[in-house]
């Protein structure tokens, strides 16, 4: 074995117990595909699914995975063809069965770190769809709340805001400078410190690089 992978499975061990304390429902794969097939065999055939921006998602393969299962009502906003139809998606997904996402950041201690520009993801994170499906590299746990949210601000957010084209200053310098821009994509950012009902929110940590 690697010595990342030992690292990841001992610091996998430590996160996903205190999330369980917590109240989440928690899941350890070594590798993406492995997390994929789990994630899958949670949806039950019916079922209407959506998911929040994510490059995890993307990577992992788990958009792809869900867009070709055929007994399921898979709510894509990429599919929409005018701003009004996203919307309607938008707010479609607060009362989808299940709704996939990653998180910005996970703390050791079992914390969810997430900062939104529009806010349809941690809405749904919060409230509405009756399960949220949660994929995480290894590389999204920071040891402490305030490694967390200096991971979202300075790693997370500069990268994603190059990767839609924002012009943002922490896209130009890498690093956040707190912004009021036209472009920002840090509106709302939410800590989920417990899921409530238990088990609603589903952590499934893959012992993979993945996502910003």
């Known amino acids: 074995m690697k010595p990342i992978d030992i690292y990841y499975e001992n610091l996998a061990a430590i996160t996903k117990n205190n999330l369980e304390k917590r109240q989440f429902e928690c899941h350890y794969c070594k ?12 949806v039950e055939p019916g079922s209407t699914v959506s998911f929040g921006g994510s490059m995890t998602l993307a990577e992992s393969g788990m958009g792809k995975a869900l867009a070709e299962r055929e007994d399921i009502t898979l709510l894509d906003r990429s599919k929409a063809s005018s701003p009004e139809e996203v919307a309607e998606i938008y707010h479609q997904a607060l009362s989808a069965d299940y709704y996939f996402m990653s998180s910005n950041a996970i703390t050791l201690e079992g914390e969810l770190i997430n900062t939104d520009g529009t806010g ?22 920071a040891h402490t709340l305030e490694e967390g949210i200096m991971r979202v601000r300075n ?28 472009d920002c994509i840090c509106s709302h950012t939410v800590i989920t410190r417990r899921s409530a009902p238990a088990n609603r929110i589903k952590v499934i940590l893959i012992g993979e690089a993945l996502g910003y």
């Open 120 to 141: 349809n993801r941690v809405a749904a994170l919060i409230y509405g769809p009756k399960n949220v499906i949660l994929l995480a590299g290894m590389n999204k746990v």
């Open 155 to 182: 790693v997370a957010s500069p990268i994603n805001a190059n990767r839609l084209g924002r012009k943002t200053p922490c896209a130009s310098t890498g690093s956040c400078a707190d912004c009021l821009s036209p």
């Open 31 to 42: 590798t993406a595909a492995e997390a994929v097939s789990l994630a899958l065999d949670m």
